[in-house]
């Protein structure tokens, strides 16, 4: 162990909060105890909430985003169905993969990594398919990869102007409780989020919640599914239980996580969320370098892709980050390896402990050779955050640092 904390910036699993590390400081319990429903029930309401769903279902199963993409699809699809999807990153590729993998005919349409969902495109494949043969289409809102976010409204309305049926999927793991998400405004059937990142807490659930639509279309799905069945957990959830052994300790964990986010609002949340992503992207220009992300259009507010010039490794920062600083900073996956490092910006984080990731990726950069003035990042970065810092009520700086 090296003395004080590991920086923890990658894009999930992000720090842990302290109400929530104190709520799962609790002996194992008994699930089919009577009184477990008084946890659970009051759990699947308020998540609703958190996806801002009117009707529906929100289900928990012991599990990560990726069975958060299972559940969706099996639930809701047959073999051969076709799905309209885009690929802009590791993660919007590995659920394309997914769909294949479940015998889906994925329509993929290939987008440059750096850009999101492209709409226009979307909406003309939607206008064209006059048999409704698409049954899905899905959104990635936040591709963790590149730090890119999609609006998901507009998608909403290429299939409204389409008159098109198909169920609307979103990927909001690394933006669902950190980045505004209106799962009934914007008209979505089914929407996939994990513990490990807005949420604040370790890894080990898989959140999805499902519209009115998608649980009618459970009826004539076909994909096999067992594990991951709504039918089984609606038999059991709706009064209070599971289907199998849930996971009693994250469960205790996510009811503090859910009223952490309550108590700070879930608009101050994603207003949080947009200053301190401000910060970071204010040191990125002090630097001289700029996002994956293409435009200011598609900036993600809960992780940064940054590009490092040409003949320098952005894994190599990271490294350098991680072995002489203690600092974790997110390597570039795929196509995006070497070519860029992130910073994580979610999750239970403030100005200060940020400005830790900002110096950090600053002396790292430095040191693999980078032409970086020490010192200008970080200072970009902490005189917008002065300059931002809100006069806090001593009330409410109380009860925010719970
Ligand atoms: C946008 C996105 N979708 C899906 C996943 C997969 O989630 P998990 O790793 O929890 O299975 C991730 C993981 O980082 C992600 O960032």
Request: aromatic share 8%; proline share 5%; with cysteine.
């Amino acid at each position: 162990m090296r003395p004080g904390n590991n920086g923890l910036f990658i894009p999930g699993p992000t720090n842990l909060p302290h109400p929530l590390r104190f709520a799962m400081d609790l002996p194992l319990e008994d699930q089919r105890a009577p009184d477990f429903p008084n946890l659970t029930l009051g759990l699947f309401e308020d998540l609703k909430r958190i996806f801002k769903l009117d009707g529906g279902r929100v289900f928990i199963y012991p599990g990560s985003g990726t069975g958060g993409w299972e559940a969706a699809i099996t639930n809701t699809l047959s073999p051969g169905d076709t799905v309209l999807a885009s690929v802009f990153g590791q993660f919007s590729l590995l659920w394309v993969d997914l769909c294949q993998r479940h015998h889906l005919n994925v329509e993929a349409i290939d987008v440059d990594w750096g850009e999101g969902v492209p709409v226009e495109q979307y909406a003309e494949r939607l206008a064209a398919d006059k048999e409704h043969k698409i049954k899905a289409v899905l959104v990635c809102q936040n591709e963790t990869a590149t730090g890119v976010t999609s609006d998901v409204a507009p998608v909403r309305k290429a299939l409204d102007d389409a008159g098109h049926p198909a169920l609307l999927m979103v990927d909001g793991v690394s933006s669902i409780a950190s980045i505004d998400f209106r799962m009934s405004e914007w008209g979505v059937d089914l929407a996939v989020s994990g513990s490990q990142k807005g949420f604040m807490l370790p890894t080990g659930l898989a959140i999805v919640a499902a519209s009115e639509k998608a649980l009618e279309a459970t009826k004539t799905a076909k994909c096999p599914r067992c594990f991951f069945d709504f039918d089984d957990m609606i038999r059991t959830n709706k009064d209070g239980f599971f289907p199998y052994t849930p996971a009693t300790t994250l469960l205790r964990g996510l009811r503090a996580s859910v009223d952490l986010l309550f108590a700070e609002g879930l608009d101050n949340v994603f207003a949080r969320h947009h200053r301190l992503a401000e910060g970071v992207r204010k040191a990125i220009d002090a630097w001289g370098l700029t996002l994956c992300a293409k435009e200011p259009k598609w900036y993600s507010d809960t992780v940064s892709a940054i590009c490092v010039p040409e003949g320098f490794d952005g894994n190599e920062v990271v490294k350098v980050a991680y072995a002489r600083f203690n600092l974790s900073l997110g390597v570039g996956l795929n196509k995006v390896a070497g070519r860029v490092f992130r910073i994580g910006h979610l999750g239970w984080l403030n100005e200060l402990m940020l400005l830790q990731a900002i110096v950090g990726a600053e002396m790292a950069m430095r040191d693999i050779g980078m032409p970086i003035d020490i010192g200008s990042g970080v200072g970009a970065a902490s005189e917008y955050y002065r300059l931002t810092a809100a006069p806090v009520a001593i009330e409410a700086a109380t009860a925010l640092r719970m």
